[in-house]
Nanobody, 129 residues
Framework: QLQLVESGGGLVQPGGSLRLSCAAS????????IGWFRQAPGKEREGVSC????????YYGDSVRGRFTISRDNAKNTAYLQMNSLKPEDTAVYYC??????????????????????WGQGTQVTVSS
């Protein structure tokens, strides 16, 4: 079964940190661009960060640049999103997605959405005091 599974979400106070993981099974992410997206209630889905298959290129949305860091470990078939200096407006369900690198780029995937790829089920992140 081909799937992505996110983990690491939870409740954190403003200014705190969380590390999300996105584990792939049933396929190798070696040739995939991986992205993190989020959606808060009543808001449109937002591209948070994307990383190229070779780990050479990254993209960050304006609202998270400088606070979040995306990374991947192809040997573990897993990607990560380190989130620091969290704010209440970061509260959302966070999803990871994977799209073959031959049909997308980090910017296209994060700005246009991960068409033709795999999605995870999402993990809730709540930033509140």
């Amino acid at each position: 079964q081909l799937q992505l599974v996110e983990s690491g979400g939870g409740l954190v106070q403003p200014g705190g940190s969380l590390r999300l993981s996105c584990a792939a099974s049933g396929f190798s992410v070696h040739n995939y661009v991986i992205g993190w997206f989020r959606q808060a209630p009543g808001k449109e889905r937002e591209g948070v960060s994307c990383i190229s298959s070779s780990d050479e290129r990254t993209y960050y949305g304006d609202s998270v640049r400088g606070r979040f860091t995306i990374s991947r470990d192809n040997a573990k078939n897993t990607a990560y999103l380190q989130m620091n200096s969290l704010k209440p407006e970061d509260t959302a369900v966070y999803y990871c997605a994977a799209v073959r690198s031959v049909i997308t780029t980090v910017q296209a995937m994060c700005q246009g959405g991960p068409t033709g790829g795999y999605w995870g089920q999402g993990t809730q992140v709540t930033v509140s005091s």
